[in-house]
């Protein structure tokens, strides 16, 4: 069997985006300096392989506002995902160190919606409201400020017509969908700001992963179960291939699923190490 002449084709796009790329480089930057305990503030990104590296390093891990209190010392990172007003306050009144590791995209959100709220819209954020982002998101609105993830979640705000909105989006939330649903909303409100917050490595990442999935047997995509932007590029290749495997790690992937393909799509999403995209591609190329 081995030997047969597979093509195999890996997404451009597949792997670390900006935003987790700089993040995780800043915790390994703080663990150089070797001077004072690191934490992060959530695991610094949804993947256990690269959080369990960390820690065996002596990077620890800060779920909650609570635990925060607790502290009295040390570095805290806050993660690409990005964090509320109130954890920033909270960390000046700790007096711990703070090493702010937001991505640049996301950070602009958070301005968008603290300016918007002060102008006096009603900001709806597009997105996953039990995501980290855009719990933060929201932490830079006010009691007003809500997030939706389809049409009729946004019906079911029975919000008044002549409300003054501002749409943003999760950063990673399926750019085909954010366009269908701010179409509808678009024309039962007037007065309606929109701004396109996905950033552009989601939307390449989103249109490359279709396009591969659209032409190969089977699709293989790489990422932590947690992570959104994965679960997203599933959902988006599955429409286009019915053969699409959702792994981890190369363990997850069932190399008896490919034996009568003839072609396989590889992408990966933002929080997955090169490392593993590269043990996958390997494996497959071997095995065929």
């Not at 709806?124 to 830079?140: A, L, Q, Y």
């Not at 019915?242 to 997850?252: E, F, G, H, R, V």
């Amino acid at each position: 069997m081995a030997g047969r002449n597979m093509e195999i084709t890996v997404a451009k796009t597949a792997g670390f985006c900006f935003g987790v790329k700089r993040a995780v480089e800043k915790v390994y930057d703080q663990i150089a300096t070797g001077k004072k305990q690191i934490y992060t503030y959530g695991p610094i990104i949804h993947n256990e392989e690269v959080v369990q590296d960390l820690e065996e390093k002596g990077v620890q891990v800060i779920n909650s506002k609570e635990e925060l209190e607790a502290l009295k010392e040390g570095v805290v990172v806050i993660r690409s995902h990005g964090v509320g007003r109130e954890i920033y306050e909270l960390l000046e009144r700790q007096g711990l160190e703070l090493v702010d590791a937001t991505c640049p995209f996301v950070k602009k959100i958070h301005k968008i919606v603290r300016e918007q709220c002060e102008a006096g819209r009603r900001v709806i954020i597009v997105g996953n409201e039990h995501h980290p982002e855009v719990e933060g998101i929201k932490g830079w609105g006010n009691e007003y400020t809500l997030a939706v993830e389809s049409l009729e979640e946004f019906e079911n705000l029975a919000l008044r017509p002549d409300e003054k909105l501002c749409i943003v989006a999760q950063t990673t939330f399926n750019y085909n969908k954010f366009q269908d649903l701010v179409e509808k909303i678009s024309k039962t409100y007037y007065d309606i700001l929109v701004l396109n917050t996905i950033c552009n490595a989601t939307k390449e990442r989103q249109t490359e992963a279709r396009q591969i999935a659209a032409r190969v047997d089977a699709m293989v995509v790489i990422g932590d179960k947690r992570s959104s932007n994965t679960q997203k590029l599933f959902e988006i290749c599955k429409e286009e291939c019915l053969n699409t495997y959702y792994i981890q790690t190369l363990d997850d992937l069932d190399i008896n699923q490919l034996r009568s393909v003839e072609s396989v799509g590889i992408t990966a999403g933002a929080s997955t190490p090169n490392k593993i995209i590269e043990e996958v591609q390997n494996n497959v190329r071997i095995n065929f």
